[in-house]
């Protein structure tokens, strides 16, 4: 069964740096998304992207967040100055319609000391 | 805004026993409702979607507007079935899921 990957599954980042979670979506979905929970939390949305751009975003995706399809296979997330706050789990998804059947990656820890 | 809430954060039952995992939303428009699992150590999984009205590993879930609910339900349920279970909460005009706080089921032998 095809699978959403992501990478790196656990990182550990100094406040302040910068850092890119990837994803690679399946191949055929057109429609791909960032949600993330922190810990004890619930999931919460980020970020939603089609054709290019990004189609919606949480308040949480603020002017620190970005995302961006380099090549047309990866999907990635990049928190250009983290915070404490930011540390979660970072969850990719994908889905070939926009009809909410996602498959969802396995997950970034994040971790910001 | 939209809000999913599933009350209840532990639920044990024991192997063969039915079981109901509570749903509860609150969104002024018309939603689509789905069930996610995540079994220990893996991916978030779609379960099951109201629209579908389907049946996945024995599971149904109906869509009660009345009520505001989805409950999840399964009549004997089985120690495989162990997991945390989350609600989700779409708009038609939204792509966006807002989930609940999830439940951790637990299926004793």
């Known amino acids: 069964e095809p699978e959403v990957t992501q990478t790196p599954s656990h990182q550990v980042t100094q406040m302040g740096q910068e850092v890119i979670l990837r994803c690679v979506p399946i191949?055929?979905?057109?429609?791909f998304y960032w949600y993330r929970q922190i810990l004890g939390q619930k999931v919460e949305f980020l970020v939603s992207?089609?054709?290019?751009?990004?189609?919606?975003k949480s308040e949480i995706f603020d002017d620190q967040f970005s995302v961006e399809r380099p090549d047309g296979s990866n999907f990635t997330l990049k928190i250009r100055s983290t915070k404490l706050e930011d540390s979660a789990m970072y969850f990719c998804?994908?889905?070939?319609?926009?009809?909410?059947?996602?498959?969802f990656g396995s997950g970034t820890r994040l971790t910001v000391v | 805004a939209q809000r999913v809430t599933q009350p209840e954060k532990l639920l044990s039952v024991f192997k063969g026993a039915p079981v109901e995992l509570k749903c509860n939303y609150s969104?002024?428009?018309?939603?689509?409702l789905f069930w996610y699992v995540q079994y220990s150590r893996q991916r978030l999984q779609l379960l099951l979607r109201?629209?579908s009205r389907e049946s996945i590993k024995g599971f149904t879930a109906d869509l009660n507007k009345g009520e505001t609910s989805f409950h999840l339900k399964k009549p004997f349920a089985q120690e495989e079935d162990s997991a945390m279970y989350y609600c989700?909460?779409?708009?038609?005009?939204?792509?966006?899921?807002?989930f609940g706080s999830g439940t951790q089921l637990t299926v004793l032998p």
């Open positions: 998804a994908s889905s070939e319609v926009a009809d909410y059947g996602y498959t």
């Open positions: 191949s055929n979905h057109l429609y």
């Open positions: 992207f089609y054709n290019n751009e990004i189609s919606e």
């Open positions: 969104y002024s428009g018309s939603p689509e």
């Open positions: 109201h629209i």
């Open positions: 989700a909460l779409s708009r038609s005009t939204s792509w966006q899921l807002t």
